[in-house]
């Protein structure tokens, strides 16, 4: 007689099952630059948005959170040209909220500058790559290749958090009632 017929086995592999869907669901918000504000590099910290990066595991599923007065600057996502060039004209999306995050869904290549005149010449702008199974950061002054394709707009804009205190949030997407109850239901062999 095999475990799988029996219904206390096919409880714990509907639980096992159960489990490492959670352990895919796991993402994590980041605070752009670990700073009180998404804002033009201070002389002391000038390479702010090339460094902050670098210390960062972005994956698909995680956010970045750009924190700012909404009244004295904004977020736009660009081309690598425009982010080359500090062009701000024509962003692929602009958001001018003060809470602006941004869910990574997709591997690629993603540049953000500051929508404000002046503030990408004075080092204000990221570069974000995830490419391969590693994310990866360069300096405002790289030029990416210009054979490199250019990827369309792949975050959202989600409403403000509560508190933004933390630099980095560790949030874990729940799986509704009712489709762990077919699971299970499924595993028991009760469908």
């Known amino acids: 007689m095999t475990c799988i017929k029996i219904p206390r086995c096919q409880f714990w592999y509907a639980l096992q099952f159960l489990l490492l869907l959670q352990t895919n669901v796991l993402c994590y918000q980041y605070k ?13 910290n000038k390479n702010v948005y090339a460094k902050w990066p670098k210390n960062q595991d972005f994956k698909i599923g995680d956010s970045l959170f750009f924190l700012y007065p909404p009244s004295e600057d904004s977020v736009i996502q660009v081309t690598k040209e425009a982010y080359r060039s500090c062009n701000t004209k024509d962003p692929i999306l602009k958001i001018n909220d003060g809470n602006s995050l941004f ?3 997709e591997k690629g290549e993603f540049f953000f500058t500051s929508g404000e005149d002046g503030h990408c010449q004075k080092g204000q702008k990221l570069y974000i790559s995830l490419l391969g199974n590693a994310s990866y950061a360069e300096s405002p002054d790289y030029s990416p290749n210009a054979d490199a394709p250019s990827y369309p707009t792949v975050f959202g804009s989600i409403p403000a ?3 933004p205190s933390t630099s980095s949030s560790f949030i874990i997407v729940p799986l509704s009632v009712s489709f762990l109850l077919f699971i299970c239901a499924l595993m028991s062999g009760l469908i």
């Open 32 to 44: 752009v630059g670990d700073l009180a504000a998404w804002a033009i590099p201070t002389n002391s």
């Open 103 to 105: 869910n990574i869904t």
């Open 161 to 163: 958090q509560s508190s």
